[in-house]
């Protein structure tokens, strides 16, 4: 297949063209659009009454896990993240395309389901239903996110800031008058979790992390952000410690007006639903208004951020890359790319789906990172050898723990999650083996 050369696919990028806060809104942006209103029911469902304490515990471990990006990032600043990391580690070799395609997959996936949360959202405004209603409105957004995504790096920092400010704003008050209103009682996470197991909350812990992962997006722009090498690392951790903020209150919130039951029944709008009996069907719009503005952000930042990271694997010449007759640099092409992939994944998958596979692609590709810093990279960028370990054995535990519950529960998402992943090693090892 044609490929352009490695100086035509940097056109794009834009050295000093973000700001730390510009930064922060990126990751945020991701973050709090996948994790809150695409998330909580989805983790309620597994934790039960543990589903607050779920999302702490996601927090933790995604802290450990931000360690080795935050070191990798401080020693090399990239405009491909995190497959700039693995081929530092591995070399430029099938290992380091493998789990590449791994993470960009995982935030394909990431893209499609905070579309159809958008979609499930969207459609409590929307007097009737239809099964079609759904996936057009998820394609629809994904569309729209291709065509900001093509404007300028200022324009989507612009645009990602007041959209990030807008629902970190909006959640707060909404959940702070919502455990106001409730008198701050925590029925449904204070009663005796009888129906939670323990490979349950293990598992509600394994999908949470998900709602953090989107601060390996700032990495992706590392090589555009100011100052990289002080700045990646520090837009990382507030965006980790402002999530962190809001997924707690909300969290405390939705629990103090459903019972987990409620929470379960409606997983794809929970918060919309929690609304109602606070503040009615106006604190019903309200939620969906700031629901949109968050997916829609969320959609945006992760096309902004995944898309460089196929560029940037494209440049290496790890991945084949075709025109297809398209105009423009790589990293446009591998935008038109990741829309479409995540367009077909939106259109005819469900959250509960969409969810688990992406959450299983990241963390076995999170784990591959923390390995190759601790045998390859550990002295050349000064990582401590306990939290490393630390953060490998919470990965492998809460990994385990999912794969067993989606296996007695849902074994088609394990065989979806092992077949995708063969095949990306398959095609990678016949590719290069190819080239040679």
């Known amino acids: 297949m044609a490929e352009h050369d490695h100086e035509h696919g940097h056109q794009d990028y834009q050295k000093s063209s973000l700001s730390l806060w510009g930064a922060v809104s990126l990751g945020t942006g991701v973050m709090i659009g996948a994790g809150i209103f695409a998330l909580t029911g989805q983790v309620a469902q597994l934790a039960r009454e543990w589903f607050v304490l779920a999302f702490v515990c996601g927090g933790i ?83 729209f996110a291709f065509f900001i995504n ?80 002080k700045n990646v690392g520090r837009a990382i951790i507030i965006s980790l410690v402002i999530c962190a903020l809001i997924y707690v209150l909300v969290t405390l919130a939705v629990g103090s007006s459903l019972s987990i039951d409620e929470i379960v029944k409606a997983k794809d709008y929970a918060l919309a639903e929690a609304a109602r009996p606070v503040y009615g069907e106006t604190g019903l719009w309200v939620t969906v208004a700031f629901a949109i503005v968050a997916t829609v952000s ?61 959450a299983i692609f990241y963390i076995v590709m999170d784990i591959a990172i923390h390995w190759g810093v601790l045998r390859h990279l550990r002295q050349k960028v000064n990582a401590n050898i306990y939290i490393l370990v630390s953060a490998i054995t919470l990965d492998v535990i809460v990994l385990v723990a999912f794969i067993w519950v989606k296996w007695t529960s849902d074994p088609l998402v394990i065989w979806a999650s092992l077949i995708g992943m063969a095949l990306i090693a398959a095609g990678e090892i016949l590719f290069l083996r190819k080239k040679r």
């Open 298 to 358: 969320g959609v945006i930042a992760s096309a902004f951020a995944v898309s460089r990271m196929l560029a940037m694997l494209t440049n290496m010449k790890l991945v084949p890359h075709s025109h297809f007759g398209m105009p423009g640099s790589i990293q446009k092409h591998t935008l038109v790319y990741t829309i479409v992939m995540a367009m077909i994944l939106a259109a005819f998958f469900d959250l509960s789906r969409i969810a688990s596979l992406g």
């Open 150 to 229: 093509i404007l300028s790096n200022q324009f989507i920092q612009t645009f990602s800031f007041f959209m990030a400010f807008v629902k970190a704003l909006g959640l707060v008050i909404l959940a702070a008058g919502g455990l106001w209103a409730s008198g701050i009682q925590f029925e449904s996470i204070s009663a005796i979790p009888e129906e939670a197991s323990g490979g349950g909350i293990l598992a509600g812990i394994a999908l949470s992390i998900l709602a953090y992962k989107g601060f390996t997006t700032i990495t992706n722009s590392g090589g555009e952000i100011v100052e990289p090498k």
């Open 61 to 143: 471990i995604a802290g450990f896990s931000a360690y080795s990006y935050v070191k990798l990032a401080k020693a090399y600043p990239s405009a491909g993240g995190i497959a700039m990391f693995l081929s530092k580690a591995y070399g430029k070799g099938s290992v380091t395309a493998i789990f590449a395609l791994l993470m960009y997959f995982s935030m394909v996936i990431n893209e499609s389901l905070v579309a159809r949360t958008f979609a499930s959202y969207t459609s409590q405004l929307i007097s009737f239903e239809a099964q079609w209603l759904i996936p057009l409105l998820a394609v629809g957004l994904l569309l």
